[in-house]
């Protein structure tokens, strides 16, 4: 299967503490990308990693990918309980088209 | 920033009618679009990509006289179930594609709820 796996299905943490989730893949990719889905809302993307890339950030956000072992890591720090959503890692493997994760269901507690 | 719009957000409708889904790119020319169905709890999973002016490319098990897409133009692609039955119940979600920009811009979702 090209989609990726998440892990954990589900996190609930304290605000202001770090939030890591996990994706991992058994295909080659040109990137992989990061959304987040408010409930009932669409998708809104948040990092995009190339598959020559090991490491970025945006914000409060840190990505990692390590292709040898096919995962990627989605840290958020300092979290918020605005950050309360889904997050999917999305793999693009030709011509555009994205294969989601399973998600994982982050709650921050106030 | 790059914006799409999907319309209508909710339809609630009986059993037998065919609803269309509007997909728009409302700042950039999307060659290519695509369609996802949702559901609950669960990941996207793609239904078809819609390049302009071809015909759309549809996944594995997606019936494609069901699910009918059309992209007319550069900034607008449709999906219509047809003959939709309470199993077509679902969230519908399209994203567009800019050639010259990554990555791709999503709607906000169609809440489709069959009767």
């Known amino acids: 299967s090209q989609q990726g796996e998440e892990d954990p299905q589900a996190l609930s943490i304290q605000e202001g503490e770090n939030a890591t989730m996990n994706c991992s893949y058994k295909?080659?990719?040109?990137?992989l990308q990061w959304y987040r889905q408010n409930s009932g809302r669409g998708l809104v993307h948040l990092i995009l990693i190339r598959s020559n890339e090991r490491e970025k950030h945006s914000g409060r956000l840190r990505v990692t990918l390590d292709t040898s072992k096919k995962s990627s890591s989605l840290l958020i720090t300092a979290s918020r309980a605005a950050d309360t959503a889904s997050y999917f890692c999305a793999l693009e493997t030709s011509g555009s088209r994205l294969t989601f994760g399973e998600g994982t269901q982050l709650t921050v507690n106030p | 920033g790059a914006v799409v719009s999907q319309h209508p957000s909710r339809v609630i409708c009986k059993s037998g009618t065919s609803v269309k889904i509007e997909c728009r790119s409302l700042d950039f020319q999307a060659t290519t679009m695509f369609w996802y169905r949702q559901f609950p709890k669960q990941s996207l999973m793609l239904m078809a990509t819609?390049?302009?002016?071809?015909?759309?490319?549809?996944e594995q098990g997606v019936e494609k006289d069901k699910f009918l897409i059309n992209h007319a133009s550069l900034t607008l692609s449709t999906l219509t179930v047809t003959s939709a039955h309470p199993e077509d119940s679902s969230f519908y979600i399209c994203?567009?594609?800019?050639?010259?920009?990554?990555?791709?811009?999503f709607g906000d979702g169609t809440r489709l709820s069959i009767l």
């Open positions: 994203s567009a594609s800019d050639p010259f920009d990554q990555p791709q811009h």
């Open positions: 295909t080659s990719i040109n990137n």
């Open positions: 819609s390049n302009e002016g071809s015909k759309a490319t549809y």
